[in-house]
């Protein structure tokens, strides 16, 4: 059974860094042919998708947030994690990582994604930028 599990500062202010890990259990982060990704939902929004790392340990962004955003993995400890720089308000949402096999990857600045593309969820974590 692959579990996610995210975590990190729920609480920052305009300009901070957001930090973020997901720990996957169950599977390996370097899984054959598997994509991982950060995906947020804003208050009333739909999913926003962040950026994927492939099993290859190749990165890609939406381009919405490729200037801010920056993922990585920690091998070892089977974990993804998040950076995004500079936020703002708008950026507080729920953020989520999920996994799947199979390669995702969307550069443009709109992804389609939906619940359904990806078997494997954490539960999310709230992150609110305020001052």
């Known amino acids: 059974q692959v579990q996610l599990q995210e975590s990190g500062p729920g609480l920052l202010k305009p300009s901070q860094t957001l930090s973020l890990t997901c720990t996957i259990s169950g599977a390996s982060i370097e899984m054959k042919d598997s994509s991982w990704v950060w995906i947020r939902q804003p208050p009333g929004k739909g999913l926003e998708y962040i950026g994927t790392?492939?099993?290859?340990?190749?990165?890609y962004y939406s381009s919405t947030f490729e200037s801010r955003a920056s993922i990585s993995e920690v091998p070892s400890k089977d974990q993804l994690t998040l950076q995004l720089s500079s936020v703002t308000p708008e950026d507080s949402a729920v953020y989520y990582c999920?996994?799947?096999?199979?390669?995702?990857?969307?550069?443009?600045?709109?992804?389609?994604?939906?619940?359904?593309?990806?078997?494997?969820w954490g539960q999310g974590t709230q992150v609110t930028v305020s001052s």
């Open positions: 790392k492939t099993d290859r340990g190749d990165v």
């Open positions: 999920a996994g799947r096999n199979g390669y995702y990857i969307c550069l443009s600045d709109v992804c389609d994604v939906s619940e359904s593309d990806f078997p494997w």
